[in-house]
């Protein structure tokens, strides 16, 4: 079965104690980003990749960090969480180039306290 | 910058049409999508369009208007289980295909 995955789907953690969030997707997709997603201001883009070791920037990057080593694999680093970082994360990918749709992972509900 | 407008929340009866707009003012752009997201849940895909007019699948449609800066996404014979968000997504017309989202119409059905 096509799908993006993502672990934990849950996480509670507290202020400064680093954590990772895993990306995975079985479709041999070239592009691969990471969303936030807070009541009110909709899903922002954090950060995206273009291919293996093609990564940059989105709308909200500060206090995330990425790495994309393998072309399947997408994991979101969070070096010192803050409570400003709770939210709902989502990856997702496409194939590239071309307007494809994206593929959601199920989502990741990160609390910091 | 981007500013993608839609409206907060909306409701509907059961067996009804519903039409969800949505406005956008993006400094590119390169067509829009619409996806729909039960709590809690990963937003899915329902539709694109690039070029002006309706593009029906079933019972829902989009239509599209460049020009106007314009969109919105129809819904028929609506079903309890339609009662979602729905996302507007303008995809930008630069090198990196970047998704600029909306804040999503929360769509309440009742019987």
């Known amino acids: 079965e096509a799908q993006v995955t993502q672990n934990p789907r849950y996480l509670i953690t507290v202020t400064g104690k680093k954590l990772t969030v895993t990306c995975s997707q079985n479709m041999n997709h070239e592009y691969m980003s990471w969303y936030r997603q807070d009541p009110g201001l909709g899903l922002r883009q954090i950060y995206y990749?273009?291919?293996?070791?093609?990564?940059d920037k989105g709308d909200v990057p500060e206090g995330y960090k990425v790495s994309r080593k393998e072309k399947r694999n997408f994991p979101l680093i969070l070096e010192s969480p803050s409570p400003n970082q709770t939210s709902l994360y989502f990856c997702?990918?496409?194939?590239?180039?071309?307007?494809?749709?994206?593929?959601f992972g199920p989502g990741t509900r990160l609390t910091v306290t | 910058g981007q500013n993608i407008d839609q409206p907060t929340e909306m409701t509907a009866t059961e067996g009804a049409i519903v039409q969800i707009n949505c406005t956008y003012q993006?400094?590119?752009?390169?067509?829009l999508f619409w996806y729909q997201q039960h709590a809690g849940e990963a937003p899915t895909f329902l539709s694109y369009n690039v070029l002006d007019g309706l593009e029906e699948k079933g019972r829902f449609s989009s239509f599209l208007s460049r020009s106007k800066g314009y969109s919105y996404l129809l819904l028929k014979e609506l079903q309890m289980k339609d009662s979602a968000s729905y996302l507007c997504?303008?995809?930008?017309?630069?090198?990196?295909?970047?998704?600029?989202f909306g804040t999503g119409t929360r769509l309440l059905v009742s019987p």
């Open positions: 990749s273009m291919n293996v070791e093609v990564t």
């Open positions: 993006t400094s590119g752009f390169n067509g």
């Open positions: 997504a303008v995809l930008m017309n630069t090198g990196f295909q970047k998704l600029v």
């Open positions: 997702a990918s496409k194939a590239n180039p071309g307007p494809y749709e994206q593929y």
